[in-house]
């Protein structure tokens, strides 16, 4: 029989969702048809871990560049059952409704303020990239973490690709719209797509990392494929999963989670122990699979990095 141990920042992360909405979550979700998918769930999950059929399964693994190693990443069990995946449905388990996210054919349109406008196929990157093996943290804005060995490639290398013009501020980032790939685009909840933004010197910055893989193989659909962002200084949601437009603009992009709930989910957000979230501590992190909580560090332990990046902007709201 299954035990399900409940976390104490399950709390939160229930509070994560708008007080009035949550209120009506359930009905919602009857509504968009998860009451149904429970039945099916068994075979489904089995499918949604393998990402065997995956056509560019054979490039995997890449060499770990060792400026970006850590130890003890967290179990591959753990880190592909436990995602916050909206498009895919709600809760941790997104896992189980991965098997929906086709991800050929798939193309990435790059647009905007660029001299390069293009649409790549997810396959042609993958051949023209660098493809690298990074072990980075993620902070969760909810308070859990994770250590994940990555393959992918610095997004300044996709950056170079489209050669900005100088009046391109924000790169902005959109997942995808087709509810075939994600019945959770089906709630309400949510003003869809999912979206984020960063600043050009964010974006160029040797840490932002554009992610194929993980675990030496290619992403599994949970995870994001066939393409996400890794932004490890910043809270989780900042990297966006599954992307198909990479947009340069002149404006700062209002995220997903900025049009909900501004005054908790804003632009910058910066991992920062001391600032708390509106309803809960940042201080400490329950890394996932581990047995006690952990002190967090500024910028998620890259202050070195990228603190330089703030500087002159002291009067942002950089850590919420
Ligand atoms: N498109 C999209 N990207 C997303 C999310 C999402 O729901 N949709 N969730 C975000 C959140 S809140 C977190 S913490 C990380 C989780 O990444 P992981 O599941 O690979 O650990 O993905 C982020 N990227
Ligand atoms: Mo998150």
Not at 25 to 37: E, K, N, V
Not at 49 to 70: E, I, T
Not at 76 to 102: Q, V
């Amino acid at each position: 029989m299954l035990i399900r141990r409940r976390k104490g920042w399950e709390i939160p992360e229930r509070d994560a969702t708008p007080e009035t909405v949550w209120l009506n979550r359930r009905a919602l979700l009857a509504a968009a048809g998860f009451a149904g998918l429970g039945l099916g769930l068994g075979p489904q999950s089995a499918r949604a871990q393998r990402v065997d059929g995956d056509p560019s399964m054979a490039l995997y693994p890449f060499k770990r560049n060792p400026a970006f190693d850590l130890p003890a990443p967290t179990a591959e069990s753990e880190a592909t059952r436990y995602n916050n995946f909206i498009e895919l449905g709600p809760g941790k388990s997104t896992h189980r409704y991965a098997a929906s996210l086709k991800v050929r054919p798939w193309t990435i349109k790059i647009d905007g303020l660029v001299e390069a406008p293009q649409e790549i196929a997810i396959d042609d990157l993958l051949k023209s990239a660098a493809l690298e093996e990074r072990v980075y943290r993620l902070r969760c804005v909810e308070t859990w973490s994770a250590v994940i060995p990555w393959t992918g490639f610095p997004l300044k290398a996709l950056v170079d690709r489209a050669r900005p013009l100088s009046s391109a501020k924000y790169v902005r980032f959109e997942g995808f719209s087709d509810v075939k790939l994600g019945a959770g685009l089906r709630s309400r909840l949510y003003p869809w797509p999912y979206l984020e933004g960063i600043t050009m010197a964010e974006a160029t910055n040797d840490l932002a990392f554009l992610v194929t893989g993980a675990y030496g193989k290619p992403l599994p659909g949970q995870m994001g494929a066939p393409l996400r962002l890794a932004l490890p200084w910043k809270y989780g949601f900042k990297s966006i999963k599954s992307i198909t437009k990479v947009s340069f603009v002149a404006d700062r992009p209002k995220s997903l989670w900025e049009q909900l709930q501004p005054d908790e989910y804003g632009f910058w957000a910066n991992v920062n122990p001391a600032v708390a979230h509106v309803r809960w501590s940042q201080a400490r992190e329950e890394p996932l699979g581990g047995l006690t909580r952990v002190p967090t560090k500024l910028f998620n332990g890259y202050a070195e990095q990228v603190a330089h990046l703030y500087k002159g902007l002291e009067n942002e709201k950089l850590y919420t």
